[in-house]
């Protein structure tokens, strides 16, 4: 079974800090890779999404996130970060090939909790 | 995602009640998924439904069960709520093609069982 792992729980940056959240998974065929992001008291929304191809992502709001195949890492990043990404940030994995139980279903990380201080 | 609703948005009930949580969809998505979040151990998924005759267990679906009443319609019932499954239910719908899908998150539904 595959497995996520986010290494911190909260994170606190002052605005215009860099951000890295780091994220490793148990899996050991072909994934896929995304990142979801939680406002407070919103439902959870897609900021970028890894399948094939260049490994370094990007997606919304200036998040961008590398694949690393041999460190089975997907961390997402922002170069500045702005009050308004306070949020609980996800990484979730599914598995790319058919067959084995994690087909079509996605695994999530524990989360991390980013606050921003104005 | 507006195209994916949940209700109700809040519940309170009792222990041993029976209650549903209902989900919607206009995306047309064959895929749904009912997955539960608790602080610090992320989302974990209760039941999955590719289609409409098609319905799996996930990794925490005792205590709970499911219906596909339609293509657009994925239900979640407590039988008989238990405090433990207080939390925060979320319903998921997917696109693209098995291996390439994406999921889209309703609202979700705010559960306390006293």
């Known amino acids: 079974a595959q497995s996520v792992s986010q290494h911190n729980h909260h994170v606190i940056l002052s605005e215009a800090a860099s951000l890295e959240l780091g994220c490793n998974y148990s899996?050991?065929?072909?994934?896929?890779l995304f990142w979801y992001v939680q406002y407070p008291g919103q439902h959870l929304q897609l900021l970028l999404k890894?399948?094939?191809?260049?490994?370094l992502v990007k997606g919304i709001k200036g998040f961008e996130a590398e694949f690393i195949k041999s460190k089975f890492s997907f961390n997402l990043r922002k170069p500045s970060v702005q009050w308004s990404d306070t949020a609980e940030y996800f990484c979730?994995?599914?598995?790319?090939?058919?067959?084995?139980?994690?087909?079509?279903?996605?695994?999530f990380g524990q989360g991390t909790i980013l606050t921003v201080h104005p | 995602d507006a195209d994916v609703t949940q209700t109700p948005r809040n519940r309170i009930t009792k222990t041993g009640k029976r209650i549903m949580l209902e989900c919607s969809q206009t995306?047309?998505?064959?895929?749904m998924y009912w997955y539960r979040q608790d602080p610090g151990l992320g989302l974990r998924l209760i039941y999955y439904?590719?289609?409409?005759?098609?319905?799996n267990k996930g990794e925490i679906s005792d205590g709970y069960s499911v219906s596909r009443q339609a293509q657009a319609k994925f239900s979640l019932s407590l039988e008989s709520a238990i405090p433990n499954q207080t939390a925060l239910y979320f319903c998921?719908?997917?696109?693209?093609?098995?291996?390439?899908?994406?999921?889209?998150f309703g609202p979700g539904t705010r559960l306390l069982v006293l």
């Open positions: 998921a719908t997917s696109s693209g093609r098995m291996g390439k899908e994406t999921q889209y």
């Open positions: 899996y050991g065929g072909t994934v896929n």
């Open positions: 890894y399948f094939s191809g260049d490994p």
């Open positions: 979730a994995v599914n598995a790319g090939n058919a067959g084995g139980t994690s087909y079509g279903k996605l695994t």
């Open positions: 995306k047309g998505h064959d895929r």
């Open positions: 439904s590719f289609d409409v005759k098609d319905i």
